[in-house]
């Protein structure tokens, strides 16, 4: 219920805006080519597979000065990533089994943008941080012909008993990062837009039962969006 109100929320905040200003209200949607990257538990480097997802959603440009902008949106995102056993990360060339970790969040970025003039359109360079909220997901298992699934459980800090629970996978639900992103936008309205993201908070739980846990799961990835602003 928070979630939907949320969203709501954000949504009419950003229409809002955009009636005011005449100008700037845009619907994008995209690809994403994510990757959770970190340490393991023992402090060495993670090494995890791409995952492709998607992006989907709004945003609206607020003139500051002339050229520049702030540009707050609301995304609905899928990240995570491959080869990721349950929790134990593996080598991503690995055949004989693989995870797919799938989490989606609603995306809140608030960027900055530089908009000047060239040709006939505008060029779109773009940075600022981002607040996610994970609402959802499924960590799936191959291996042959065997197939398990498991839904994505929200906690800060795990038991034991929770980090072997066969039912759920467990992460934070609140990541936090930064956007970086270049683009044209055409005279009609239509733009395309290369996008890089790095998180900075750690999305694993705590385990409570080992004071030495040196896990950090980080989401990172790149991606590529199209949209038409009105």
Known sequence: MKTKLLTLSAILLFSSLALQAQIGFGLLGGVNFQNINGKESNGDKLSNG??????????????VVENFYLQPGLLFSVKGARNNFFNMPVKASNDGYNTTTKISYIEIPLNFLFRPQVGNGYVLLGFGPYVAFGIGGSQKF????????????FKNEITESDFFDLNNAYFRRIDAGANIFFGYEMPMGVFLQLNAQLGLLKI????????????????????LSIGYRF
Do not use: C
């Not at 791409?50 to 003139?63: E, T």
């Not at 191959?142 to 459980?153: F, M, R, V, W």
């Open 50 to 63: 791409l995952l492709v997802g998607f992006h989907a959603g709004v945003n609206v440009n607020i003139p």
């Open 142 to 153: 191959e291996s042959g012909t065997l197939s398990y699934e498991q839904k994505i459980a």
């Open 204 to 223: 694993n739980p705590v385990h409570s039962w080992d004071s030495g846990d040196e896990t950090a799961y980080k989401n990172t990835g790149y991606g």
